[in-house]
């Protein structure tokens, strides 16, 4: 397994608040229709360069969900990794997102829970330090 494809096995005794990991992945039409694919989402504001072209963006857009898969990644991969099990996830969305815009995911913990074994992770997406997206993910480590 390559080190991008690495599983942490974070157990919840190992999480303190202010732990943080990130993620970096740069959009290409591959993922945009990847996504449309698997989701059966073809709105032409993220599948169609005329008609994108004729919205406010002046192109296509990724999909909002899409960069919430991203933040499953890195939740199931890092963030606590093989325990997790996602309970509820909100995103907010600030700004588009481009193809070909490298994303920046950052998760950090804000609240445990030792009785629940609940922690929070408050979550920024960035591009180029502009902030495209936030909110955060309850996530149940199970170990």
Same mark, same amino acid.
């Given at each position: 397994?390559?080190?991008?494809?690495?599983?942490?096995?974070?157990?919840? @005794? =190992?999480?303190?608040?202010?732990? /943080?990991? !990130?993620? %970096?992945?740069?959009?290409?039409?591959?993922?945009?229709? *990847? &996504?449309?694919?698997?989701?059966?989402?073809?709105?032409?504001?993220?599948? @169609? =360069?005329?008609?994108?072209?004729? /919205?406010? !963006?002046? %192109?296509?857009?990724?999909?909002?969900?899409?960069?919430? *898969? &991203?933040?499953?990644?890195?939740?199931?991969?890092?963030?606590?990794?093989?325990?997790?099990?996602?309970?509820?996830? /909100?995103?907010?969305?600030?700004?588009?997102?481009?193809?070909?815009?490298?994303?920046?995911?950052?998760?950090?913990?804000?609240?445990?829970?030792?009785?629940?074994?609940?922690?929070?992770?408050?979550?920024?997406?960035?591009?180029?330090?502009?902030?495209?997206?936030?909110?955060?993910?309850?996530?149940?480590?199970?170990?």
């Amino acid at each position: 397994m390559s080190e991008a494809n690495k599983v942490h096995e974070l157990r919840f @005794d =190992d999480i303190k608040v202010g732990y /943080t990991a !990130f993620l %970096e992945h740069c959009i290409s039409d591959q993922d945009t229709a *990847a &996504f449309a694919k698997v989701s059966g989402d073809y709105n032409p504001l993220h599948v @169609d =360069d005329t008609y994108a072209s004729s /919205t406010p !963006f002046g %192109e296509r857009i990724v999909h909002g969900m899409l960069l919430g *898969a &991203f933040v499953s990644q890195l939740i199931g991969m890092q963030l606590p990794g093989r325990f997790a099990l996602i309970l509820k996830e /909100t995103l907010e969305f600030r700004k588009p997102v481009h193809i070909g815009d490298s994303i920046l995911v950052e998760g950090t913990v804000s609240r445990t829970s030792s009785a629940t074994k609940i922690i929070e992770v408050d979550i920024k997406i960035s591009v180029q330090d502009v902030s495209v997206a936030d909110g955060s993910v309850l996530v149940q480590v199970l170990k």
